[in-house]
């Protein structure tokens, strides 16, 4: 069975401030895909990345950044120079698909993001 | 070019009645995913349509059924409604197979009160 798990419930940091979101995932697979989801306050969720399991290098789009190491099972998210408009929920999930497939994405429970300006 | 568009967007019922909740894809997908989302925790798949045949199904009883239309609309049923049924129902549209970038896109979901 896969597993995701998102310790922080929130975290509140002033504008400006970095900031990091943890993801921890559990699966038996050898292949698997890993993602991350921005949902605002308006519903929908939001795509930001998705990372393929043997593909372990780091990404960095604009101030948003990524690091998955395997050894830990962690995929973690950093927001630098954080913004107002990032406060939202961020999700964390996993695959065994490149889209999720037949099978869904797991989700983890999320971590709500609250940026004071 | 429209997302996902899904309706109602609110919608109130008592235990024990049905609902008919609809979605319609983003424009070149012809594959739709439903997720339930409880309160403060991450969303859960519930099941997916392709072909207008369920391909998968997640951990939901046969309380929840489904259909896909020819034009990858689709329709998410729930009968006899419970109280642990209330949640914000979300759809997903992906590309066709062979074509699957990874991203799904999410409609704004349906918010189901249920009295």
């Known amino acids: 069975a896969q597993k995701v798990t998102q310790a922080q419930t929130e975290i509140s940091v002033v504008e400006k401030e970095d900031v990091t979101l943890d993801c921890v995932y559990e699966t038996r697979d050898t292949t698997y895909y890993l993602f991350w989801y921005k949902q605002p306050p308006s519903g929908e969720l939001v795509f930001l990345i998705r990372r393929n399991s043997f593909d372990e290098q780091n990404e960095i789009s604009g101030r948003y950044s990524w690091n998955f190491q395997k050894s830990t099972s962690s995929f973690n998210f950093t927001i630098t120079a954080s913004q107002v408009v990032d406060s939202a929920v961020y999700f964390c999930?996993?695959?065994?698909?490149?889209?999720?497939?037949?099978?869904?994405?797991?989700f983890g429970k999320g971590t709500h993001l609250i940026i004071q300006p | 070019d429209a997302g996902v568009t899904q309706s109602p967007t609110h919608l109130i019922k008592t235990r024990g009645q049905q609902v008919t909740l609809r979605c319609s894809p983003k424009s070149g997908h012809d594959t739709v995913s439903w997720y339930q989302q409880a309160l403060g925790q991450g969303p859960q798949f519930i099941f997916q349509?392709?072909?207008?045949?369920?391909?998968q199904r997640g951990n939901f009883p046969d309380r929840f059924s489904g259909h896909q239309f020819p034009n990858y609309s689709s329709e998410l049923n729930v009968n006899a409604l419970l109280l642990g049924d209330s949640a914000l129902y979300l759809c997903?549209?992906?590309?066709?197979?062979?074509?699957?970038?990874?991203?799904?896109?999410f409609g704004e979901g349906s918010r189901l009160t249920v009295l």
């Open positions: 999930a996993l695959s065994g698909r490149p889209g999720g497939g037949a099978d869904g994405l797991t």
């Open positions: 997903a549209s992906s590309l066709p197979l062979g074509h699957d970038t990874g991203e799904l896109f």
């Open positions: 349509y392709y072909e207008e045949e369920e391909r």
